[in-house]
């Protein structure tokens, strides 16, 4: 029961991210392959704390809207007035959110800024990541032992944990360097 409350708190956690988060499949692959949870429990719970995660980042991407300048704000009720009320708008939204290749944070805090229907969006998320997880999950089982394996050999080691923190210290230095102020690498504009 543990390792399952475990797994709703981490996928819905990573759900919770606006980006550079890792895929939620990865997560259940992971935990199917660590922690031996019943497939049916795995997908559905996984579905479910996604859903309930994107739908806390949609609902945090709306409160922030207030914060833009007015400019901004305009151009989003502009927009937001186009797409809320068409169903046609709305059904190719929902089919978007079941299928889309695009990372799911992207698109709920779009649609939380847009004040698009929330629970339509939550809905096509969860029966798409359902299928998809599914897929994951079922693929898992089928090639559990060379998947366990290859797997073993990196997450947890030291040097992969020690991969990840320096390739966090790259990503929070990148935007203090200056980038455009040395002499060298500028980029010479010819006419």
Do not use: K
Not at 57 to 86: I, K, W
Not at 93 to 110: D, E, K, R
Not at 177 to 186: A, D, M, T
């Amino acid at each position: 029961m543990v390792r399952y409350l475990a797994l709703v708190g981490v996928v819905f956690g990573v759900n919770l991210l606006p980006a550079f988060g890792p895929p939620t499949w990865s997560v259940l692959v992971y935990a199917r392959l660590r922690w031996h949870l019943d497939p049916v429990a795995l997908v559905g719970l996984g579905a479910l704390a996604a859903t309930a995660g994107r739908f806390v980042l949609a609902t945090g991407a709306r409160r922030v809207r207030g914060v833009f300048p007015a400019s901004s704000r305009a151009n989003l009720a502009a927009l937001e007035a186009r797409l809320v009320g068409r169903r046609s708008v709305v059904a190719t939204l929902v089919t978007l959110f079941v299928i889309s290749p695009l990372p799911s944070a992207q698109l709920f805090g779009a649609a939380g800024m847009l004040d698009l229907p929330l629970g339509l969006l939550c809905l096509g998320f969860l029966a798409g990541r359902l299928v998809t997880y599914t897929l994951y999950v079922s693929t898992t089982i089928v090639i559990e032992s060379q998947v366990r394996s290859a797997l073993a050999n990196v997450w947890g080691e030291p040097w992969w944990i020690a991969l990840q923190v320096v390739l966090l210290v790259v990503l929070a230095v990148l935007p203090a360097i200056p980038w455009g102020q040395s002499g060298r690498g500028r980029v010479r504009r010819t006419r």
